[in-house]
Every structure is written in structure tokens, then in C-alpha cells.
């Protein structure tokens, strides 16, 4: 079965630290892409990242960071020097092109995890 | 280029009603999707299109749900009748078809529905 899991429900955080949002994943396949969005208050589900299971390098951008682990299954969203701005419900997802049960190429979401960052 | 495009972005309306939610994908992507976002159950696949032929409508909640792709950019979801627990925010969703390059899924502004 395929699965994504983001344990944190809900993380609240004072502008300027640094928070890391958790997300683990399940999956047979070999071949695979993990995702992040951001739900901001507004609505809008906002594409962050995409990852393919065969990159592990780690990836920056400006404050925001990832950290890809085939070993742990994870690929976790690590926000430097947080910002009120960056309050929102992020999302990871995972996409495999396993023929699985009529899923295959979906996206199969987490739950979320919403942050709450304040002044 | 422009995005997802959705409408209503909200709509109101009365128990027993008919609903109509409508998409237009971006230009030159092969794949949409519908999802439905409520509390209780997050983000749910209801339906997705291939070159506008529904691939996999497992996830459509029972018979009073429709959706329909008559062409290449444009796409409907329709409830009928409405009733009060289909309440939720509906996106629309597109992306290009399969590739390296090309499997990342942009999604609309979302449509607000509440049924009274």
C-alpha cells in the first residue's frame, strides 16, 4: 500500500526560528516523486517541490530546505528563519507509477500539517 | 501562462439544488483532476481524466456526483441533487503527461461550495 503520513497536526512557531515539518512514506515502487504544497489561509494549494526517488540530493531554496532519505523513507521541509507569511497547511504527497488498484500515477496526499508561525 | 482556472471560486445554495463546478487545465496538459477538501477527510481524489476520457472514478462519493470532459480544456463536476455534507471546497487540478519534467500537478484557486 501506499501511504504518506505527516505525524505533526498542527506546529506553532515565533518568527524567526527555524521549523521542520515531518514526512514519511510508504510505497513498493522503485520509482517514485514526493511533493510538497503549501495551503496558504487563502486557499490555494501552491506547488513547492517535487523530488524523484532516484535524487537524493538535498535541495535550497532561499529559506526554505529539503531533505530527501530513502533509507528512513522520509523527505522532510526544514523553514530557516521562519515568517509570519509562511503560516499556512503544507502538504506532502507521493506519486509512483505502480499499477496499484487504478491509483497509478496519483497523487496521494498526507494529512497536512499546519503551521502557525507569530510575531 | 495562466493557471488552473476554476468556477464559481464560491457558491451557496439550498438542498436539492443542482450544482455545476467547472475547470479549464492548463494549456497542453493531458491529465485533470478533481479533488474534494473537507476537515474530516482532507484531500480526496474524486475523479481524473486522461485526453478526456475518465480513467478512474473510484473516489466519485455515489451516483448524485458527475463530471464530464468534453474537450481538452474544459471540464465539469456536477452534483445533483446537493445536499448539506457535500459542503467543501473542490479543486481542479492538471498536469502534463507522463515524464521526468512533466509530473508535477498545479491546481486551481479552488471552489467553495456550501449547501444550506
Known amino acids: 500500500a501506499q501511504k504518506v503520513t505527516q505525524a505533526q497536526t498542527e506546529i506553532s512557531v515565533v518568527e524567526k526560528e527555524d521549523v521542520t515539518l515531518d514526512c514519511v512514506y510508504e510505497?513498493?515502487?522503485?520509482?517514485?516523486?514526493l511533493f510538497w504544497y503549501k495551503q496558504p489561509p487563502s486557499g490555494e494549494l501552491v506547488f513547492l517541490i517535487r523530488r524523484n526517488s532516484f535524487d537524493e540530493q538535498n535541495e535550497i531554496s532561499g529559506r526554505y530546505s529539503w531533505n530527501f532519505q530513502k533509507s528512513t523513507s522520509s523527505f522532510n521541509f526544514t523553514i530557516t528563519a521562519s515568517q509570519v507569511v509562511d503560516s499556512a497547511v503544507y502538504f506532502c504527497?507521493?506519486?509512483?507509477?505502480?499499477?496499484?488498484?487504478?491509483?497509478?500515477?496519483?497523487?496521494?496526499f498526507g494529512k497536512g500539517t499546519k503551521l502557525s508561525v507569530k510575531p | 501562462d495562466a493557471g488552473v482556472i476554476q468556477s464559481p471560486r464560491h457558491e451557496v445554495t439550498e438542498m436539492g439544488q443542482e450544482v455545476t463546478l467547472r475547470c479549464k487545465p492548463i494549456s497542453g496538459h493531458d491529465y485533470l483532476f478533481w479533488y474534494r477538501q473537507t476537515m474530516m477527510r482532507g484531500l480526496e481524489l474524486l475523479i481524473y481524466f486522461n485526453n478526456n476520457v475518465p480513467i478512474d472514478d473510484s473516489g466519485m462519493p455515489e451516483d448524485r456526483f458527475s463530471a464530464k470532459m468534453p474537450n481538452a480544456s474544459f471540464s465539469t463536476l456536477k452534483i445533483q441533487p446537493s445536499e448539506p455534507r457535500d459542503s467543501a471546497v473542490y479543486f481542479c487540478a492538471s498536469r502534463a503527461g507522463t515524464g521526468v519534467m512533466t509530473d508535477t500537478q498545479y491546481f486551481g484557486p479552488g471552489t467553495r461550495l456550501t449547501v444550506l
Open positions: 504527497a507521493l506519486r509512483t507509477l505502480l499499477l496499484d488498484g487504478g491509483s497509478q500515477g496519483n497523487l496521494i
Open positions: 510505497t513498493r515502487d522503485t520509482t517514485y516523486y
